[in-house]
Structures are given as structure tokens and as C-alpha cells.
């Protein structure tokens, strides 16, 4: 099996899978890169058993056939070559692989493409069509507030559910939660519900298109989701579990409304945090009147700032502690200038919401309050 493909145009598609491959694969093969030939198509595939990602590009070949080569020494050998065709000669019986550029010649050694697992293929499934654009914001707006928890695995994801009338996207840690809704988006009559896993997203979200008009097909099954796009298909396996109940974490009733400017908001917390201790990062909301005053201590090192802030408020004086590293990730991932905090009481979660909205989207992030000494 030869084939001839242009050595940054490879490269660049090698990127687009890459990381999916692991250090310290389940199983040897997949430190390899399943490379298969069909009329002029060369298919590239990488897998750790959770996604599989695969990437379909035109070469110049003669024949069909197949092969496992490894990622890391192909990919390195790629990165340092000047742009020019490279020539792949395989052999079908050792799978020994030789690559021909105008600056020498490489050996490797590759493996039987029969070793490498089998995709899984959609069977009796659903399917959707998502913007680029859309599908990403969902993304970012989410994945950051997932845990890394491996003994709580559902929360390790993304809850994707599409009903009659929207498409609701959710995520938490236990410490904060995002919800989001497209009401742009829908499903038929019958509610789909899906745990998406955090890192098949992450990888999603960097090979998505940049034209942000681009369609994403979504189809899914009771084990797996595939996304499709351009030249690329992903595959993973969905979390099977339950999702918590994150309706019911949602306060319905919070009185106190204040409105403040993000970014001064977020730049009080970023210097105020520095002085918070190391293990809480406990900051002190103390909102009276028209204006906020932000505080931490640490009283290990003595150190301890504070700084007053004006905002637009809306009922009583309240006095709340938050962890300033959740706020401050909820607030860099906020797309406005203004955002609204909705607070009940000094025990109860408090509501972000951004001031600037798509008229078809709805965010929601909630972060859980950090117990001040006054109420111990």
C-alpha cells in the first residue's frame, strides 16, 4: 500500500485528533493511529476507548489497505519536516512503514490494523442538527464547572436534555452550577437525556469549525453520541448514570437583586483573593445600600484587604461569604458587561445571571455560599 499526501495538510489533520491519545494507553495500540485506504480516501483514527475521533482526507495511493502506525514518532517526524509530499510505503504482511521526503527516508514500525477497536456505528438512534457556534458557546459556558471527581462520574460530564421546546445544557461540581438553554433548539415529542463526558467535549470544542454558521449532526443512541462535521467524526460513550436533581438546587425565592459591573467586580475579586486564605479562598460580600464591600483575611499570615464597589440594589442588607476562585471562574465566563446577582439569604446558593442575553439562550449560574464565623 502506497500513498502520497502532503506532509502539513497530514499534520494539520493528525492535530485535529490527537488529543485523544493518551500517555498510558488501556491498550498498546492505541498509541497508534489507525490509518485505512479505500479509493483514493485515506481515514486517520485515534481512541482511547471513551472517543474515538476520526478524520477523512483525499491522497494520491495505489491500493487499499490498512495499518496501525504510532502517533507520537509520526506526528514528531511531520512537525519537522518543511512543507512538501511525503511518500508512504507499507508493507502488507510486517506493516513495516517507510516515508519518503525530499529530505531522507524513515523507517517505522507499525502494527495490524485488525488490533486496533472497533468503532462503535449508530444503530437506532436520533439525530439533530447544532450551529458550530452554538454547539461551542453551549461548551464554554458549561464545561468549567464539571468536576473532576471520578467517584461522582455523572458530574464528571455535561447533562445534555432536548425536549419539545428547548435543548437545556447542565453542569456541576457540587460548589457552583451552570445551566443553559437554547430555545432555538429542539427535539420531537419524546425527551432525550444524555451525559456527555467532559473530555470528549473539550477535544469537540477545538476541532469545531471556524465558520460559525457550519452544522454540527448530533446522533446518539442509548450508549453513544457521534458528532459530524467537514471531514470529521467523533464518537464517545455516554456516562451512564443518573444525573442529580438540579432543578431543586435552584432558589425560587431571592429577595435581594444587585446589579454591578463585571468587570469591576471581577478585578476587586482577583486582587481581594490574594489575601484570602489558601485553603477556604473565602471572600466577604457585605452589600448595604448602594454599594458592596468585598473583604478576605487570612489570619494564619495576618494578612487580610478589602475594597468598596457601587452596584444597584434591590432589598436588604446582607452579608455573604463565597469562594473567590468559583466566582471568579463563573464571572470570566460571563459575555456581558453587566451581570445580576440574586441572593435569598447567608446559607442559601446565590444566582449569576448576565445582563446581556441571546434572545434564544437563558443562563443560569449558581454558586454555593462559604459559611462566615458570624454564623458558625
Do not use: W
Request: hydrophobic share 40%; net charge negative; proline share 4%.
Amino acid at each position: 500500500m502506497n500513498f502520497i499526501v502532503s506532509s502539513s495538510y497530514l499534520l494539520k489533520n493528525l492535530n485535529a485528533i490527537n488529543g485523544v491519545i493518551t500517555s498510558n494507553p488501556v491498550v498498546p495500540i492505541l498509541d497508534n493511529v489507525l490509518f485505512e485506504i479505500e479509493n483514493g480516501n485515506l481515514l486517520i483514527t485515534a481512541s482511547d476507548l471513551q472517543t474515538s475521533v476520526m478524520v477523512e482526507i483525499q491522497v494520491e495511493s495505489k491500493g487499499d489497505g490498512s495499518a496501525a502506525i504510532p502517533a507520537k514518532i509520526l506526528i514528531d517526524t511531520l512537525k519537522n519536516l518543511p512543507e512538501q509530499p511525503v511518500t508512504f510505503s507499507i508493507d502488507d504482511e510486517n506493516y513495516n512503514i517507510e516515508i519518503n521526503s525530499d529530505n531522507g527516508r524513515y523507517k517505522l514500525a507499525g502494527e495490524n490494523a485488525t488490533d486496533f477497536p472497533k468503532i462503535p456505528q449508530v444503530t437506532d438512534g436520533y439525530s439533530i442538527d447544532l450551529s458550530s457556534e452554538l454547539l461551542s458557546n453551549a461548551i464554554s459556558n458549561t464545561i468549567f464547572s464539571t468536576s473532576t471527581d471520578e467517584l461522582r462520574p455523572a458530574m464528571t460530564g455535561i447533562f445534555l436534555k432536548l425536549s419539545t421546546s428547548s435543548c437545556t445544557f447542565v453542569s456541576t461540581d457540587g460548589h457552583r452550577l451552570v445551566k443553559y438553554v437554547r430555545s432555538d433548539i429542539s427535539g420531537d415529542e419524546v425527551d432525550h437525556e444524555m451525559i456527555l463526558p467532559r473530555k470528549s467535549l473539550n477535544l469537540l470544542k477545538s476541532t469545531l469549525p471556524l465558520d460559525k454558521s457550519s452544522d454540527v449532526k448530533l446522533e446518539f443512541n442509548a450508549s453513544n453520541a457521534f458528532f459530524s462535521f467537514d471531514n470529521v467524526k467523533m464518537v464517545c460513550r455516554l456516562i451512564d448514570e443518573r444525573y442529580p436533581d438540579y432543578e431543586n438546587v435552584i432558589p425560587l425565592d431571592n429577595s435581594n437583586n444587585i446589579v454591578i459591573d463585571k468587570l469591576e467586580v471581577l478585578s476587586s475579586l482577583k486582587r481581594i483573593s490574594i489575601y484570602a486564605n489558601k485553603t477556604t479562598n473565602q471572600v466577604r460580600f457585605k452589600i448595604s445600600g448602594g454599594e458592596i464591600l468585598i473583604s478576605a483575611e487570612d489570619l494564619d499570615f495576618s494578612n487580610e484587604a478589602n475594597e468598596r464597589i457601587s452596584c444597584e440594589h434591590d432589598g436588604a442588607d446582607i452579608e455573604i461569604g463565597f469562594n473567590a476562585k468559583f466566582l471568579i471562574e463563573i464571572l470570566s465566563n460571563l459575555n456581558s458587561t453587566r451581570v445580576t446577582f440574586k441572593l435569598s439569604e447567608p446559607n442559601k446558593a446565590g444566582l449569576i445571571f448576565p445582563d446581556e442575553m441571546d434572545e434564544n439562550e437563558d443562563i443560569t449560574m449558581l454558586v454555593m455560599p462559604v459559611m462566615l464565623n458570624d454564623y458558625d
